[in-house]
């Protein structure tokens, strides 16, 4: 079936640093790819999406790219902010079965300090 | 407006006593969902219904029970309460899962902080 990895975290850095959250995919066909952000004590809300290769996905200075030939669609931001502590999960949506079905990461924690 | 609301927000309830969780969309979607997170957050999915179908049930106890009256509205109904029922609940809709295309994300509730005492 269908399965999302990405790093467990947490990931600490410093306010400005440039992070990386890595996350790949196995899936039988050709999936859309999601990054949600979980702010504390609040639900998941979309910060990105991809539907096809080399599609990129970009909004608040997060970006992904959706490598098929790696199966991956890692999370990037050139500089991060105190204001981006939160949890970040990857998530893939593929047909199976007559409806579609989205997979989700574990999750992972991202602590900005000042 | 809020686009997918839950009540309560938190519940705070002794072991063996039933207890219900209300959510209510109002984006106009076919799906709607229930997921339990736990103290890791890890995010598992309990059910997913599709105007008013039931079309997911993943491995959760006969003791939660989702009711859809419609398309706009999942609740979802515990039983006998345990400890190990703690966590965050969260209601998400969607777009028809039945959908052949298109990109298929979901909006997620505020969630219901449960906690079995």
């Known amino acids: 079936g269908d399965s999302v990895t990405q790093m467990e975290g947490p990931v600490t850095l410093s306010e400005e640093a440039f992070l990386t959250i890595n996350c790949t995919y196995t899936?039988?066909?050709?999936?859309?790819l999601f990054w949600y952000v979980q702010y504390p004590g609040e639900g998941l809300q979309l910060l990105l999406k991809?539907?096809?290769?080399?599609d990129k996905g970009s909004n608040k200075g997060f970006e992904a790219t959706y490598r098929k030939e790696t199966t991956s669609f890692h999370l990037e931001k050139g500089s991060v902010q105190v204001s981006d502590s939160a949890v970040y999960f990857c998530?893939?949506?593929?047909?199976?079965?007559?409806?579609?079905?989205?997979?989700f990461g574990i999750g992972t924690k991202l602590q900005v300090i000042p | 407006d809020t686009a997918v609301s839950q009540t309560p927000k938190y519940l705070v309830t002794q072991m063996g006593n039933d207890k219900s969780i209300k959510c209510e969309q109002n984006l106009g979607h076919d799906t709607m969902y229930w997921y339990k997170q736990d103290s890791k957050k890890f995010l598992k999915i309990m059910f997913s219904y599709n105007n008013k179908e039931l079309i997911i049930n993943e491995t959760v106890p006969n003791r939660f029970s989702p009711k859809s009256p419609d398309k706009a509205h999942l609740n979802l109904h515990i039983n006998s309460l345990e400890l190990g029922d703690s966590a965050v609940y969260f209601c998400a809709s969607s777009r028809s899962s039945r959908a052949v295309a298109g990109v298929y994300e979901q909006y997620f509730g505020p969630g219901t902080r449960l906690t079995v005492t």
């Open positions: 899936a039988t066909g050709y999936p859309s």
């Open positions: 998530a893939l949506s593929e047909r199976s079965g007559g409806y579609q079905k989205v997979t």
């Open positions: 991809a539907t096809k290769a080399d």
